[in-house]
């Protein structure tokens, strides 16, 4: 009977058994996948614990080799890694940009000179060596120099010595879209100037400068045609009365320009129509540029006549865009194949809450890549046709893969911890909810492991941030929400029933869905989600409807504090995390310029907006945590909560993480802040 007694209890310890935070945080985060220009290689960044460095593989076997050997988490940045021509080398950044005063992150208080430095290697790891300080170092086609940007200016370093950078030129405003001619004897380069912008180009030979058709508008993303006589670029007309955190649904439609890269005269190639389509929505696209200049003489550029973000071709020559990725969904990732004449993607276009790589050209239909229901981005190609990617799914985190007879293959399948609780995970639901004005809103439901019908459970609500951002059925393709999906995974083996919110204003289902009318400052209209969820939740059988919380980080501590402010009936507590909690503040940290004297009524329905003006119905207690470098929201919207919920004597904890930035550097603090607020839940919701 005792040894019954004893299989019993070590089966149910098994069954039972949890797995920590460290453990659902432990594997290694790769980005910057790179394929080399020549050969079959591949280079990525591993953000291991907060250590990061440059790992490669090879083909036939594709191992892994680790390049840099930077230890600890130590809170510095690789990034803008890039082969060099020959791909027998690699140049990279290592170092965090500045904030507004000029201060460099160092949130792990290190003592040795921190620099925002560039450094070149072989692809072997031996000799590295720092070029200089900047950021965005782009190789010349044949190797021999390399540009980078530094103090606003372009520097160049010459490759056969290294030495000492020299700066190409002097101009007025910010330069920046380093773009190579194809023989490498020009450059052109983006100049900002604040209300306007020029693409300039530099010539070697001449040493001038030639600003192709100077205009009042901003000109950005200039790609050049193959054979180096001609630049297309993106003309997007100025608008005095653009502010941000509110719908933006027509404009002055912008352009496509392409101008003769010897005299600098340009011609309107193409213009989007009014209406839907006519604003550029910039950020939708990640790609090296948003103009894709092919072999075959065609321009591919991201463009949403039809209400979603997808690609178009339209002959360099002139002529109808063509419609190339039909269909109810967004393109995002995109990268030029390695016959030059295609592109290769992902979307969400038939599998709305997830990402797959397609292939897509100006005359042949989108052919998926690989199969599977993960998540795919980050897609690049080496010169013999080989498919590489990021990926992850619901259980697995994310990591290299290469494509393989139609399947994906995993390149560093052991640098996922061995302790890693995929088996432990669940797979989210994908839900709908109604709002409380009617609308549907997307969601993915997690239910505890040890889900029962008829079982009541505390539930959370989870808010991304962004707004401009999708939460996915899996693992997510962004650092931060790829952590922010673990803790819902952790919360969720806590016996939580989690609902993660994709809100109005985020991306993937679309412009309007993205431009809510009144979202954000111009009326808070994601407020209804919040409702919508919280009810949700409470008529769900399996939820204990007084122990609803909520959390979430940046825009989702926003929409934390609203929530908490507006509807306190409804939620017993939550987590604000880097929260924004007066828009005018916020609005002002990205325009500097912003007068709300001078915007008076804009600025009234801003601050009516934000949870400030409702903390004194506010009753439950928040767990407010912030790191005090904060670039996007400031530190001081914390501050100013503090100082009003004790006015209103509300119960808070803090938890300030001194020296780091929004997205925090430091992987102890993703941890503390994740364990600080799990405890917050099991003690003010749970019990």
Not at 29 to 44: H, I
Not at 62 to 78: F, R, V
Not at 611 to 624: I, N, R
Not at 636 to 655: M, S, W
């Amino acid at each position: 009977m005792k040894k019954i007694a004893c299989l019993v209890l070590l089966t149910c310890r098994v069954a039972c058994a949890q797995f920590s935070m460290e453990q659902v945080l432990s594997a290694p985060f790769p980005s910057e996948l790179k394929a080399a220009p020549t050969g079959n290689k591949v280079a990525w960044v591993f953000n291991s614990q907060g250590a990061r460095n440059i790992f490669m593989a090879e083909a036939p076997d594709y191992k892994p080799h680790q390049l840099t050997n930077y230890q600890g988490d130590n809170g510095q940045e690789i990034n803008q890694v890039r082969f060099s021509p020959n791909g027998q080398h690699l140049v990279y950044g290592r170092g965090g940009a500045p904030n507004s005063a000029g201060e460099l992150p160092n949130p792990a208080e290190l003592s040795d000179k921190i620099e925002r430095g560039i450094w070149v290697m072989n692809t072997d790891g031996k000799n590295a060596k720092k070029i200089g300080i900047g950021s965005y170092p782009r190789y010349a086609p044949k190797g021999d120099m390399i540009a980078f940007l530094s103090g606003g200016q372009v520097q160049i370093v010459k490759t056969d010595s290294l030495k000492e950078a020299t700066k190409l030129f002097q101009t007025r405003g910010n330069q920046g879209n380093i773009r190579w001619s194809p023989d490498g004897r020009k450059l052109a380069f983006v100049s900002s100037r604040n209300d306007h912008s020029f693409v300039g180009v530099y010539d070697f030979s001449t040493k001038t400068i030639l600003f192709l058709s100077p205009s009042v508008d901003h000109d950005s993303n200039p790609v050049w045609s193959p054979d180096g006589q001609q630049i297309a670029f993106v003309r997007v007309p100025f608008n005095k009365d653009a502010l941000i955190f509110g719908p933006e649904r027509e404009a002055q439609p912008w352009s496509i320009q392409i101008a003769n890269a010897a005299t600098g005269k340009a011609r309107e190639l193409w213009k989007a129509k009014t209406g839907r389509g006519s604003v550029l929505f910039e950020g939708g696209l990640v790609a090296e540029n948003l103009l894709f200049w092919t072999a075959d003489n065609a321009l591919i550029f991201p463009y949403e006549g039809d209400g979603w973000l997808h690609l178009y071709a339209l002959p360099a020559s002139g002529g109808e865009a063509k419609l190339l990725t039909p269909g109810n969904g967004e393109v995002e990732y995109v990268a030029l194949a390695a016959d030059r004449k295609s592109l290769i993607y992902n979307s969400n276009i038939g599998d709305i809450d997830r990402r797959h790589l397609f292939q897509v050209s100006a005359n042949t239909p989108p052919v998926r890549l690989g199969a599977g229901s993960g998540i795919e981005w980050l897609p690049v190609q080496t010169v013999d046709g080989t498919v590489f990617c990021l990926r992850a799914d619901a259980k697995m985190p994310a990591r290299p893969a290469v494509l393989k007879n139609g399947n994906w293959q995993d390149i560093a399948p052991d640098f996922i911890p061995k302790d890693f609780p995929a088996s432990q995970l669940t797979e989210p639901q994908a839900v709908t909810i109604t709002a409380a004005d009617g609308m549907a809103i997307p969601c993915q439901l997690f239910l505890p492991k040890n889900h029962q019908n008829g079982q009541k459970h505390p539930a959370v609500l989870f808010f991304h941030g962004g707004s401009r951002r999708q939460m996915l059925l899996g693992f997510n393709y962004g650092d931060y929400y790829h952590k922010a999906y673990a803790m819902n995974q952790y919360l969720a083996s806590q016996g939580y029933v989690v609902l993660a919110v994709n809100y109005r204003s985020g991306i993937g289902y679309g412009m309007e869905f993205r431009e809510a009318l009144n979202y954000g400052a111009t009326g808070a209209s994601e407020f209804n989600d919040v409702l919508g969820a919280g009810l949700y939740l409470k008529n769900r059988a399996d939820v204990a409807s007084t122990k609803i919380g909520l959390w979430g980080g940046s825009y989702g501590g926003y929409l934390t504090a609203m929530g908490l402010a507006k509807a306190p009936e409804l939620f017993r507590m939550g987590v604000d995390i880097h929260g924004v909690h007066d828009w005018n503040n916020v609005v002002k940290n990205f325009i500097p310029s912003y007068d709300a004297n001078k915007r008076a009524a804009w600025a009234k329905v801003a601050y009516e907006s934000s949870p400030l003006p409702y903390v004194h119905q506010w009753k439950a207690p928040v767990l407010l945590i912030h790191a005090d470098d904060d670039r996007n929201v400031p530190f001081n919207e914390t501050v100013i909560l503090a100082e009003e919920l004790r006015k209103n004597n509300v119960y808070f904890e803090q938890l300030i993480f001194p020296d780091d930035v929004h997205s925090f550097l430091l992987h102890k603090n993703w941890l503390a802040a994740y364990t600080a607020s799990a405890d917050f839940f099991e003690r003010f919701l749970k019990k």
